[in-house]
């Protein structure tokens, strides 16, 4: 690591923290020879490998950028889209490979765009799923309402609390 000052070919770790996300390392270093102090931050590269073999560095925008369109004219905040770029990221990061396929980001994102609006979710999976007739959308649908009543069907115990001692 370069001093971005002299250009002293190292540095000393002062102090090194996690990032608030847990995605990479902080860490405060000093030049030995001008004792000027400066931060780094260390991340792991992420590439997402496209269709045509071309590699690329992964991109939270991009993702952004992909779902905004299903979301047009739906209730999703651009705070809802970073918080869904967010977990699509960290849960491509779980794979714990370098180099995803971005087929393997598009079904990142289908459970969270799912919970957060299911009309966005039915466009982006028609585009991604490649739906070519209406028997798609109908089977998709289908699969859609059977998750929603899948909670209601499990019948839940009630437990009737005691009080006092035996």
């Known amino acids: ?19 608030e996300d847990g995605s990479g390392i902080r860490r405060r270093r000093q030049c030995p020879q001008c004792s000027k102090r400066f931060t780094t ?3 792991t590269s992420l590439s997402v490998i496209k269709r045509s073999g071309a590699a690329e560095p992964f991109d939270r925008s991009k993702v952004i950028n992909g779902v905004r369109k299903a979301c047009q004219g739906r209730p999703v905040t651009a705070d809802d889209l ?28 289908l459970g969270p765009l799912k919970r957060l609006d299911v009309v966005a979710y039915m466009r982006f999976a028609s585009v991604y799923r490649g739906f070519e007739n209406l028997d798609d959308f109908e089977a998709a649908v289908e699969e859609l309402r059977r998750e929603e009543l899948e909670p209601e069907s499990v019948t839940a115990k009630v437990v009737q609390p005691r009080f006092g001692f035996r």
């Open 1 to 19: 690591m370069f001093c971005p000052y002299c250009r002293h070919d190292s540095s000393r770790v002062v102090d090194s923290r996690t990032l």
């Open 41 to 43: 931050v260390e991340t």
């Open 82 to 109: 970073a918080v869904l770029a967010q977990e699509v990221e960290e849960t491509v990061r779980a794979s714990g490979n370098a180099e995803v396929d971005a087929n393997d980001v598009g079904l990142a994102i």
